[in-house]
């Protein structure tokens, strides 16, 4: 008699689009939401909303001279799919 018995659920991977790279964009420049609030109002897991920052983060230049880091969905983009290639 043979049982099988399977503890673990098949992965689903899921890739953003560019209308959640938009999203995702507001939501860190309005500074009101953790990743976690993030990943679940974009229906996706923390880990790809904490990558996808990473990916897509560009320093910028204020007024008056200071540096500082911002998610730009269009540079997130351009890593995505220059990595997919």
Known sequence: MT???????????KHLTDIQRGRLEEMAKSGNFTQAKMAKELNVSQSTISRELKRGRTRQMSTKRTYYDRYLAD???RAYRE???
Not at 3 to 13: E, L, P
């Open 3 to 13: 049982v099988i018995n399977y503890t673990t659920a098949k992965r689903t991977f």
């Open 75 to 77: 540079a997130g983009a």
């Open 83 to 85: 990595n997919r290639q």
